[in-house]
């Protein structure tokens, strides 16, 4: 069954520290991955995929995802956090061998980043 | 890039009563759209897979005829929540796949959702 995990509710860094927010997977075939994030009261924002290629993907905003096949993790990170990067960040996953176009999404990380 | 424009933003109506809420792509053909419901602080669920022209693909647990979806033309998606109750008062978000493009992974677009209160 296709499947994603966030494992934390809420990420707490402060700004100008790296921050990672988790996630791991689980599909039939080759993952299509994404990462969202989302503001208060609006809709998703695309951050950047991976569907092939290079396993560090880079993304909106200095964001950058790394592909872990073995683990079946799509860790999303940023070097130097901002107060303006705290939302809710949600992962994806497409499965292209059982439904191309169906989404499936994590619940959802909430990433406070403190002054 | 690609704009996915949900109408209305937010939408109060009285229980008994339907509400509508559109999904157009404003720059791009879509023969398929995606219709998800998102309750606080939780997930996005899948309701329904809206095709051009057929009917929809409603998701397990989802009620038809409560969630009506048409999708009468390449650009517009609607949903019609029948008879709502407080229950159902949600976000509700669409997503429009662009039809010219190829599989190319990032082909769909979500929009910036609907808040919908049932009183």
């Known amino acids: 069954a296709q499947s994603v995990a966030q494992p934390e509710d809420q990420v707490n860094v402060a700004e100008g520290n790296p921050l990672t927010v988790k996630c791991t997977y689980s599909?039939?075939?080759?993952?299509?991955l994404f990462w969202y994030v989302q503001y208060p009261n609006r809709g998703l924002q695309f951050l950047l995929k991976?569907?092939?290629?290079?396993?560090l993907v880079k993304g909106s905003y200095g964001f950058e995802a790394e592909f872990n096949k073995s683990q079946t993790s799509f860790h999303l990170k940023k070097p130097s956090a901002l107060v303006s990067d705290s939302a809710l960040y949600f992962c994806?996953?497409?499965?292209?061998?059982?439904?191309?176009?169906?989404?499936?999404f994590g619940s959802g990380t909430k990433l406070n980043v403190k002054p | 890039g690609a704009v996915v424009s949900q109408h209305p933003s937010r939408v109060i109506c009285k229980s008994g009563t339907s509400v509508k809420i559109e999904c157009r792509s404003l720059?791009?053909?879509?023969?398929?759209m995606f219709w998800y419901r998102q309750f606080p602080k939780q997930s996005l669920m899948l309701m329904a897979t809206?095709?051009?022209?057929?009917?929809?693909?409603?998701e397990q647990g989802v009620e038809k005829d409560k969630f009506l979806i048409n999708h009468a033309s390449l650009t517009l998606s609607t949903l019609t929540v029948t008879s709502a109750h407080p229950e159902d008062s949600s976000f509700y978000i669409c997503?429009?796949?662009?039809?010219?493009?190829?599989?190319?992974?990032?082909?769909?677009?979500f929009g910036e959702g609907s808040w919908l209160t049932v009183v």
């Open positions: 997503s429009a796949r662009d039809s010219s493009v190829g599989f190319s992974g990032n082909t769909i677009y």
């Open positions: 809206s095709n051009e022209g057929s009917k929809a693909t409603y």
């Open positions: 994806a996953v497409r499965d292209p061998l059982y439904n191309f176009n169906k989404f499936y």
């Open positions: 599909v039939s075939g080759n993952p299509y």
């Open positions: 720059d791009f053909q879509a023969t398929t």
């Open positions: 991976y569907i092939t290629g290079d396993n």
